[in-house]
């Protein structure tokens, strides 16, 4: 007779921990078509983000789409690709290493912390796999999406508890469900645009870009739409914007259905043709750059801007290891961790005037 728990080295004296786990969309391993294949294969078989009945999609997918598209999109790929790797992959790591120690300065050093992609590498199964192996038998996993949507937060937890699936000795859960409103997530947001405009000046309109998702989710009940405008709203509050000086839309169509409106190309194009002087785009739906905020926003929406217009256009990075974001993440999690460990809460006034503090000496 197998156990797993024998064959994994369980002992009865380990000292259980807490553990936190990253979870990000995902990122090919290589910008080739032969690994943009498996990637694109991996992420348009969920059932959570294609909701197509099965007998009509896998045909379209690998007749088609997995013919054209791995070429196109490792073109893509390769106009943002670093040499260490994949930027949003660098910039999870780097949020996970940052974390990792905030949490020690915070006196917690003994708390585990891994990453993991929904699609790719580091993969759900290898984290949980760590984790394990670092005796975590209580995890928090927190899905790096602000707004909560069916396609990317529920389809991250979906992995986990399908890795999870076939284990004897099951960690106790916790979940992070969204942050799209966490008063320390919007400052975070706020004050790493207002530390651009002290610099830079302030844009006569800023965007505020999300990714797109089809029109029929917000009949069926998905929130995203609704935590998306709430989040631009209280961005906007935040930083002190008259009703026409910002604009929310949704960006990345894909197919021939209707998607939330209105599209961030179009919105963009009619600003450029208004003779708007200048244009800043921030992307509030994602924590960590990567190809949809660096290529297509950083690059196609900037062309399609520069074409209709003589005004400039500049694309705010997300929030990224920022150390104060760092810090708000922190106070995020901490009440999700209650009772499993003492985390305090530092005070947003004090990390306000601690951002404050190193801006005007930069």
Known sequence: MSDDNLSGGFRHDFQP?????????GTPDAPTPAAL????????????????????WWPLLNLVILTVR?????????????????????????????????????????????????????????????????????????????????????????????ALAGQRNLPELRTLRHFHDHPAYIGALARQIEADWQVNGRPDVLVMSFHGMPKRTLALGDPYFCECQKTARLLAEALGLAPDAWRISFQSRFGRAEWLPPYTVDVVRELARA????VDVVCPGFVADCLETLEEIGMEVRAEFEAHGDGRYRYLPCLNHNSDWIAALTDIIAPHLSGWTPLNQEDSRERQTRAQAKGATA
């Open 17 to 25: 921990r807490t553990g936190v786990l990253l979870l990000n969309l």
């Open 275 to 278: 003779g708007t002087r200048r």
């Open 70 to 162: 791995p070429r196109q999109s490792a073109q893509k790929y390769a106009r943002i690709w670093q040499p260490e790797g994949s930027p949003l992959l660098l910039e999870t790591l780097a949020q996970r290493d940052a974390l990792r120690a905030e949490l020690a300065r915070r006196g917690h050093g003994d708390m585990a912390v891994a990453c993991a992609m929904r699609y790719g590498n580091p993969s759900i199964a290898s984290a949980l796999e760590t984790l394990r192996d670092q005796h975590v038998d209580r995890l928090l996993l927190v899905p790096l999406y602000p707004q909560y949507s069916a396609a990317s937060t529920a389809s991250a937890l979906d992995g986990v508890f399908a």
């Open 37 to 56: 294949r498996r990637y694109l294969r991996e992420f348009l078989s969920d059932r959570r983000v294609i909701e197509i009945p099965r007998w009509l």
